[in-house]
């Protein structure tokens, strides 16, 4: 079975400077991995998501993030925090085929001008 | 690209009621839907996956008397919550798959009193 882990509940980064979200996952087969943001009282909104190929992946607003195999990580980046990124941020994992997200209990992310 | 309908977006029901969300695939067909409930300051815990022509799979410690899922043609998903209750209050999303994407509903923010 899938699993995800998002080992912080709160990040707090000044505006500016890089920020990192960390993931680490688990799945059977080749993992198809996503980044999701949240906004207060709003659905979801896609990110990022690495399926094949290269393992640095850009996504919307300046995001960015590193799969890697090894580590069975998916840490999600961006070299320069705005106060608008704070949100609470998703990672999940899926498997291949009709099989739903398994999400990560999420990160608050608060960036403070 | 693929847009996932959800409705109502907001509904407030009295205790005893109840209530139906609607998840509706725009422009492509969706044999299978998920559906995820997220409480207040919780992740997206899946509740069930929905299945054209045949019965909802529910994942575990959810009461499919109480959640009725309906997939009656290949773009239509429902979520029926009877007798709703005040702890059922909650953020109901649905999403359906295409290939290797998912796609999510708008969400729907249940309350009930």
């Known amino acids: 079975a899938q699993s995800v882990a998002q080992p912080e509940d709160q990040v707090n980064v000044a505006e500016g400077n890089p920020l990192t979200v960390k993931c680490t996952y688990s799945v059977s087969g080749n993992p198809y991995l996503f980044w999701y943001v949240q906004y207060p009282n709003r659905g979801l909104q896609f990110l990022l998501k690495?399926?094949?190929?290269?393992?640095l992946v850009k996504g919307s607003y300046g995001f960015e993030a590193e799969f890697n195999k090894s580590q069975t990580s998916f840490h999600l980046k961006k070299p320069s925090a705005l106060v608008s990124d704070s949100a609470l941020y998703f990672c999940?994992?899926?498997?291949?085929?009709?099989?739903?997200?398994?999400f990560g209990k999420g990160t608050r992310l608060s960036v403070i001008a | 690209g693929a847009v996932v309908s959800q409705h109502p977006s907001r509904v407030i029901c009295k205790s005893g009621t109840s209530v139906k969300i609607e998840c509706r695939s725009l422009d492509f067909q969706a044999t299978t839907m998920f559906w995820y409930r997220q409480f207040p300051k919780q992740s997206l815990m899946l509740m069930a996956t929905?299945?054209?022509?045949?019965?909802?799979?529910?994942e575990q410690g959810v009461e499919k008397d109480k959640f009725l899922i309906n997939h009656a043609s290949l773009t239509l998903s429902t979520l029926t919550v009877t007798s709703a209750h005040p702890e059922d209050s909650s953020f109901y999303i649905c999403?359906?798959?295409?290939?290797?994407?998912?796609?999510f509903g708008s969400g729907t923010q249940l309350s009930v009193l």
């Open positions: 690495y399926i094949t190929g290269d393992n």
């Open positions: 999403s359906a798959p295409q290939g290797e994407k998912l796609f």
């Open positions: 999940a994992v899926r498997a291949w085929g009709n099989t739903p997200l398994v």
């Open positions: 929905s299945n054209e022509g045949s019965k909802a799979t529910y």
